[in-house]
């Protein structure tokens, strides 16, 4: 009996010892993973890059960086949605998307980092699914020093009148100034989103779209038509060529041109180029809607993290604590700041992106932002195509503007239908 208590206290021994080395190498895989962050901004791909090195040799931890081309996001995500482990989703139709690949954030970490949920993207069920880890702001960039040198002043530009005067006089003096009114409104495929989808969104404001919807009226096409034409017939580049490939960006840093339609994010390459706060400013894209010149920039965000539902149990918290280490390290918040502008996040610090302070002056004063209605925009790479190609059939001289309003219209209404039956 004694030997037989005794073989059996061995096996138990035995399990239990097993048991427990199990155990270890569970709890190891448990407390190791990689990161794969497929990055959205390409602006922001060479700071990436760098902080994910910095964190490697910090933490041990892999944190493998891709950046999609502009433009082909959507593309590049269903190609590799095995694969990475955190991803971008833009608006409530990219949720209706990728719901069942985002795991639900609600009290993670990452979400306890927050200062304000305003922009964070919710599914029906009220879970947590998408972040939004900037909201930024777009308008139309000023080269102040330019525009002083062509007898003008920011102070006269309050309403599209103001500006098309402005604009129409420095683009008639263009040989003589050595500099045009505006830089290249690229309908190429590293441009055209500047104005398929935010240019799109001052009709849809002024229409007063908020939600995704199955139809629009169009009715405010000509605010969209005022502000195109402006574009385009004041600018060095010939109206037929916009299909071309062009880089507004080098345009504007090396002075061809005072005005140049960007966002808050161009600001860390402007500055890169060695432009100074004292010569740059944003302002409201003006189009002639009523009451306009109460008008501040347009503000959002397209940007919300996601964290993979189906990758493993490791990689997802390896994930959430890089996201943690970016926006709460000292040094990697003021980079991440630096290259993002205004960020949602407590442990941040404050923004020093000139364009940032510029849209806060106006919200102080008083001024309304401008929505980015295009996130509801349905089927949206499939949308703003169409819409691009009557642009550029618009601007070639080869099509009404008939055409472009009908891609807006009755595109809307096809997309919509496809996407939702």
Sequence with gaps: MKKFIALLLAVVMVLSMSAMFTGCNEAGKDETGSVY????????NDALQELAAKYKEKTGIEVKVVTAASGDYSNTLTANIEDVTIFNIGNAAGL?????????????????????NDFNLYNEKGELKAIGNCYESFGIIVN????????????????????????????????ELGFDAFTTSGLCDSSSWRFSGHLATLPLHY???????????????????????????NAAADPATLSNESDAAAEFKAGK?????????????LKKAGMTDDQLAMIPIYCGAEGEQNAALCSGTENCWAVNAKASKADQKASIDFLVWLVSDKEASAVYVEQLGAVPFKNCPTSTNKFVADGN?????????????????????????????ALKAYSAGTAEWSEVENAFVEGWEIEYKAVNG
């Excluded at 041109?257 to 390459?269: D, L």
């Design 96 to 116: 209706a998307d990728w719901d069942s690949y985002a795991l639900d954030l609600t009290d993670s970490d990452i979400a306890k980092e927050l200062a304000t």
């Design 257 to 269: 041109a005072v005005f140049y339609q960007n966002g808050t994010w161009e600001y860390a390459g």
């Design 207 to 233: 229409e007063g779209v908020k939600s995704s919807v199955a139809t629009i009226t169009g009715d405010k096409l000509d605010l969209y038509k005022n502000i195109w034409d402006l574009y385009i017939n």
């Design 144 to 175: 102040t020093k330019l525009l002083e040198q062509a007898g003008h002043s920011l102070s006269e530009i309050k309403d599209y009148a103001s500006l098309k005067t402005v604009v129409e006089d420095i683009h008639g003096r263009a040989a």
């Design 37 to 44: 962050y497929l990055n959205f901004k390409p602006e922001f």
């Design 361 to 389: 002056a106006m919200l102080a004063a008083g001024k309304t932002s401008i929505s980015w209605a295009f996130n509801y925009t349905p089927n949206v790479d499939s949308w703003r195509a169409t819409v691009v190609t």
